[in-house]
């Protein structure tokens, strides 16, 4: 898939219902249980699917991790799609409107999700296989835009911007999912000011 405003090329390919099905439960089970709850069995029961459905598809648990950090990329690449992203010409404002949007879907969607990103966040730290497969899916839905929307937006340190951006937003979501704000998520305008705020310091000319 292609994003015309933004440059970037994004390879997509469908999932299968099936595997759908079971990396879906293992974000869910991920999120209700943690990594020590997350078992083909477990998968299987929870999907509803025959005994070994799960083995089929993910033989080893390394290969379950994987499914479940692309289905991951799949879901969160959904929060906003193409269309809604602003043209660069449409100014700051139009920049700040977009990502506070897909910020508020993300704090007020299924909160399984964010939950599920930071087990799998933790367990590629131990695991350089899934290291590899996490900053890879990471860098190509994620901060490959990003830089190249900053660039677009007339930022003169794109990659440093798009890093502070990121951060700033993933700060945000563990704050309102597993930290001291979990219980009082800040509104679409409130994440707008602050987005505002953030771009402003980026963007505004070098004195």
């Avoid at 709850?37 to 799960?54: I, K, M």
């Avoid at 404002?93 to 087990?119: F, K, M, N």
Wanted: net charge neutral; proline share 7%; with cysteine.
């Amino acid at each position: 898939m292609r994003s015309e405003k933004s440059g970037t090329t994004r390879h997509t390919t469908p999932t299968p219902p099936r595997a759908q099905l079971i990396a879906d439960t293992a974000l869910a089970l991920l999120a209700e249980r943690g990594m020590r709850g997350l078992t083909h069995r477990a998968v299987d029961e929870a999907a509803g699917l025959p005994p070994g459905s799960t083995s089929n598809l993910a033989r080893t648990r390394a290969a379950l991790l994987e499914a479940a950090v692309r289905r991951l990329g799949e879901r969160e690449e959904e929060v906003l799609t193409p269309r809604e992203m602003p043209d660069p010409a449409a100014g700051l404002d139009a920049l700040a409107e977009a990502i506070a949007l897909a910020l508020h879907r993300s704090l007020t969607g299924p909160r399984e999700l964010l939950l599920a990103r930071y087990e799998l966040a933790l367990e590629a730290a131990r695991r350089p296989e899934l290291r590899a497969i996490y900053d890879a899916t990471g860098k190509e839905r994620f901060r490959e835009p990003v830089v190249a929307l900053m660039a677009a937006a007339g930022s003169t340190e794109p990659e440093r911007h798009a890093l502070s951006l990121v951060a700033w937003c993933e700060g945000m979501m563990f704050a309102c999912a597993a930290g001291s704000y979990h219980a009082e998520a800040p509104g679409r305008a409130e994440l707008r000011r602050g987005v505002t705020e953030l771009l402003r310091g980026a963007l505004r000319p070098a004195p």
